[in-house]
C-alpha cells in the first residue's frame, strides 16, 4: 500500500522559506517512472501543480513559481521536499504531495494534505 504524508511547520512569516517534507511509504521514490509532486489550494481556490520531482531526481516547476520554488529528495529516507521561498499571506493553502506516472496526467496517491498559514 503506498502511502504519502506530508509534514512540516503550519505556520510561516511573511519573507521566510516555507519547507515541507513528503515521506513515501510502500514504494521507491527512485522506481522508474513515477513522478513525485507538490500541488496547493488556497482557501476558495482550485488546485495548484507546483512543481515535481521524478524517479530520476529531474525536476520542472510551475513557471508561475518557479523563482521561489525548490524540490528535492533523499532516497536514503524515502522523502521527498519542497521549499517556497519570500511567501507572502496569498501562499496561505493546503499543501499536497501525490505520485503520478511520467507523460500520464493526473495522480494515483495523494497525502491527506498540510495547512500551511503564512502570517506575522
Known amino acids: 500500500q503506498v502511502q504519502l504524508q506530508e509534514s512540516g511547520p503550519g505556520l510561516v512569516k511573511p519573507s521566510q522559506t516555507l519547507s515541507l517534507t513528503c515521506t513515501v511509504s510502500?514504494?521507491?521514490?527512485?522506481?522508474?517512472?513515477?513522478?513525485w509532486n507538490w500541488i496547493r489550494q488556497p482557501p476558495g481556490k482550485g488546485l495548484e501543480w507546483m512543481g515535481v520531482i521524478a524517479y530520476d531526481g529531474s525536476t520542472f516547476y510551475n513557471p508561475s513559481l518557479k523563482s521561489r520554488t525548490s524540490i528535492s529528495r533523499d532516497t536514503g529516507k524515502n522523502q521527498f521536499s519542497l521549499q517556497l521561498s519570500s511567501v507572502t499571506p496569498e501562499d496561505t493553502a493546503v499543501y499536497y504531495c501525490?505520485?503520478?506516472?511520467?507523460?500520464?496526467?493526473?495522480?494515483?496517491?495523494w497525502g491527506q494534505g498540510t495547512q500551511v498559514t503564512v502570517s506575522s
Open positions: 501525490a505520485r503520478g506516472l511520467d507523460e500520464t496526467p493526473g495522480y494515483d496517491y
Open positions: 510502500g514504494t521507491s521514490i527512485t522506481t522508474s517512472y513515477y513522478t
